[in-house]
């Protein structure tokens, strides 16, 4: 049988009953408030604002002047470097996402059974190149293209080659001199994240699993502790997405800007090459709308993935 | 495959252990130990660069250590950064002031959203979580330009809290806490729900302490982000100016002076070490508490 209270509820109107939770939660409405005020002022409303610049020409004095879909048909058929770029941010995308978000949790779950203080170094070790801020300039000493260069010195010495290689600057090399330096930092927030969910991982779960015939660590891992991690899963797996799909300053400092050939050329470059350089911030607007639609559609496929690890 | 079943840890003690080979243990640790090289030799470059006297700067073949280490650079450092007219002090007081309210602030505000957005019902709550998805996976170049507009109507440009107020509520942060907080066990809250706690009550005393690992993996984030803060488009008296400006206005100024440049990166990422060594340790004893989630 109904309580009164419920009977009530289904006689009003939605309206009503929403009316009423909302009174109901009153308080939960000043737990989110603080942060979504700030949110909102800061973040969603200059995001709304930016929206539609990316249909209109803006050069930042005039006032913008509306295109519609130009600078989309500009930029799919008549912009030849925006293709390029294109090919490079998946390349890169599919090389470093993949390969950082294994290392992230191979390496988490690696370190995970060693003695507090192993744990700590190598928790440090392997964050440092994310914590240490723009360290990654350093690798221009390693991958300078003269002889000072550490490896091209490293490898006359060994013999490997003769004369120094322009790791940096011949187009051949980039791509890869940059992607082995966005995997040297793809250990970041996923990888803490994924280092603190296995440290709150029941430990009753893992006494259980024994009992229930878990024969093995590779078991107890596929069984036990990667369902029990989904949520920190899938956080580090949307840090993978929006790092990889917008990586570009790193080769935008390393290599020279524009990089050769735009070997080193991707979305994220083409737009701050737009938005910084040239002051074309609808054109610049445009090419971030695109890569959000990627990186949407990225998001969406990882949640289909991991959902069923998924609590909601 | 056990790795390391041969360290005889105390938190392990109710965990079976997997025989494995020893060899297959070894191996992985030295993968490992070759990887952390990987990881931190471009670090330990910079620290050896910022010791090196200008001489040892360039030479064939470079060498990985110091000669005679020196001093100089960052004495040199100091007397660009004690050049200006603003005394250091008030530098490092503004980077204080940023970074330990944004950290502060942002631990305290996700927290409670995160709480609100994952463990209670109410009407708007598949809406602000949308919300928050969306946002993280917006990155726009054209973004600052509409901040600015936001900061200028509410008269924030040249203030403190220009820099401080739109570095609080980060997708990212309340994205981490409600994904640790979705973890925490309903019947855990119920049970305080039904002993009369309110939702702040419950939020503060019963999950927090809960997602310990979560909110001090936060913490590391917050301050890390906001100690790198250089406020550029947003700050332009000098007296407001934190750290990183001054460090990157001296860094360039002076021609491409490769020692004091290295000197600055290697300062600069001292306190974040800190921090994190400590919150990691922190974050490593919780472990030992086992149940934690029920």
Sequence with gaps: MLSKEKTKYIEDSRFKYTLREIKKNASVYLLIAPFFLLFIVFLVVPILISLPIGFTNFDMVQFPKWVGMDNFYTLFLQDEVFLIAIKNTMIFAFITGPVGYMMCFLLAWAINEMPKFLKTLFTFVFYAPTLAGNIYTTWQLIFSGDTYGILNSWLIQLGIINGPIQWLTDANYILTSVIIVQIWMSLGAGFLAIRAGLQGIDRSYYEAGAIDGIKNRTQELLYITVPSMGPQLLFAAVMTITGSFTAGDIGRFLTAFPSTDYAAHTIMTHAYDYGYIRFEMGYASAICFILFIVMLFANSLIRRILGRYLND | ?294
């Design chain 2, 1 to 294: 495959m056990s790795i390391f079943s041969k360290f005889k840890n105390r938190d392990r003690k109710h965990r079976k252990s997997y025989g494995g080979s020893r060899a297959g243990a070894f191996f992985l640790f030295l993968v490992l130990i070759l990887l952390g090289v990987f990881m931190i030799f471009p670090i330990y470059l910079s620290v050896i660069q910022s010791i090196k006297p200008p001489q040892e700067l360039f030479e064939f073949p470079p060498k990985l250590y110091a000669v005679n280490p020196t001093d100089q650079n960052y004495t040199d450092m100091m007397k660009l950064v004690g050049s200006q007219w603003v005394p250091f002090s008030r530098y490092a007081f503004n980077s204080v002031v940023i970074a330990v309210s944004v950290t502060v602030l942002q631990l305290v505000f996700a927290s409670s959203a995160a709480y609100a957005l994952a463990k209670v019902k109410f009407p708007g709550v598949k809406f602000f979580n949308k919300l928050i998805t969306l946002a993280l996976l917006f990155t726009s170049q054209v973004l600052f330009i509409m901040q600015y507009l936001v900061m200028a109507s509410l008269n924030l440009i040249d203030t403190l809290a220009a820099v401080i107020l739109p570095a609080i509520s980060t997708a990212m942060g309340l994205f981490l806490m409600i994904q640790f907080m979705g973890q925490i066990h309903d019947a855990m809250i119920e049970a305080a729900k039904l002993d009369g706690a309110s939702h702040i009550r419950i939020c503060w005393q019963i999950v927090m302490p809960n997602v310990k690992p979560a909110w001090l993996t936060l913490m590391i984030f917050a301050f890390q982000g906001a100690w790198q803060i250089n406020g550029y488009a947003f700050i332009y008296s000098e007296q407001l100016k934190p750290i990183p400006a001054v460090l990157q206005q001296i860094a360039t100024e002076v021609i491409k002076r490769a020692g004091v440049a290295a000197a600055t990166v290697v300062i600069m990422m001292v306190p974040p070490i800190v921090l994190f060594l400590i919150a990691q340790s922190n974050i490593i004893e919780t472990m030992a508490q086992s149940g934690i989630k029920d």
